[in-house]
């Protein structure tokens, strides 16, 4: 795919089928568009995640749901 992507997520340790491995995330419209390398894809922004764990879909609950 060689569209421009919104935002890439460069060298980050992503949790995909049960374990991290290193990936960039490649997000299109608010979604995940792709996982695995991207390092020949462009986007309007990126962010380097190098040590940083992402974990797809997952929600902090501690976070986002403790309000009433």
Not at 6 to 24: E, M, T, W, Y
Not at 30 to 47: F, H, M, R, V, Y
Request: glycine share 8%; proline share 3%.
């Amino acid at each position: 795919m060689n569209e421009k992507l919104d935002l890439i997520i460069r060298n980050g340790n992503v949790f995909l089928d049960g374990q991290f491995q290193k990936a960039d995330l490649g997000i299109q419209n608010g979604k995940i568009a792709q996982i695995g390398n991207l390092s020949t894809s462009e986007a309007q922004e990126e962010i380097n995640a190098t040590s940083l764990h992402i974990i797809p879909g997952v929600i902090d609950t501690q976070v986002h749901f403790r309000e009433p």
